[in-house]
T-cell receptor
């Protein structure tokens, strides 16, 4: 039972354009969401998070949008840079569970 | 560098064997999490410890066990290894407050069972 789904295994975007990575979840108890970036041979690194009391959170070139009614979140990267090429994981958690459920990841390739 | 260290980086062993993976959390972090990432899979949460006590359990097999020591480092023990246990094993740490919070990941241990 995959509670967090990233349905696009890969995405290619031209440098300077917007990258949009999507994530869907099924558990309505999830109230905290995170995005991680992972380069080969390294552990995931935290990128940005959002609490369910918000519908948008921005940090520089990265913005996460949360649509609770659709149980959907997206990560926007503007403008995309070649260094953004990595695997992006979304993760979700429900208060009090201390468990983080990760999606299977989307491999982003930013073309120079 | 996240501040989380994991040893060893690579491990090759045979089926039926037992291995121990080690993790040192970031300075000041009380919580440690263990994850398994198999080929083309997401990170599967295994178990979490907070200040020496088990706090949450995920899809951890009975052949696997973990503990967190008084100095807060943690070990993940994998026994009666099977080919399917070949994976990347990540440790993460966080401060360990009552609310959901950001985790910081180590570089992982790549386990190959032959």
């Amino acid at each position: 039972d995959q509670q967090v789904k990233q349905n696009s295994p890969s995405l290619s975007v031209q440098e300077g354009r917007i990258s949009i990575l999507n994530c869907d979840y099924t558990n309505s108890m999830f109230d905290y969401f995170l995005w991680y970036k992972k380069y080969p041979a390294e552990g995931p690194t935290f990128l940005i998070s959002i609490s369910s009391i918000k519908d948008k959170n921005e940090d520089g070139r990265f913005t996460v949008f949360l649509n609770k009614s659709a149980k959907h979140l997206s990560l926007h990267i503007v403008p995309s840079q070649p260094g953004d090429s990595a695997v992006y994981f979304c993760a979700a958690s429900a208060s009090g569970t201390y468990k983080y459920i990760f999606g299977t990841g989307t491999r982003l390739k930013v073309l120079a | 560098d996240s501040g989380v260290t994991q040893t060893p980086k690579h491990l090759i062993t045979a089926t039926g064997q037992r291995v121990t993976l080690r993790c040192s959390p970031r300075s000041g972090d009380l919580s440690v999490y263990w994850y398994q990432q198999s080929l083309d899979q997401g990170l599967q949460f295994l178990i979490q410890y907070y200040n020496g006590e088990e706090r949450a359990k995920g899809n951890i097999l009975e052949r696997f066990s973990a503990q967190q020591f008084p100095d807060l480092h943690s070990e993940l023990n994998l026994s009666s290894l099977e080919l399917g246990d070949s994976a990347l094993y990540f440790c993460a740490s966080s401060v360990g407050g009552p609310r959901t919070e950001t985790q910081y990941f180590g570089p992982g241990t790549r386990l190959l069972v032959l």
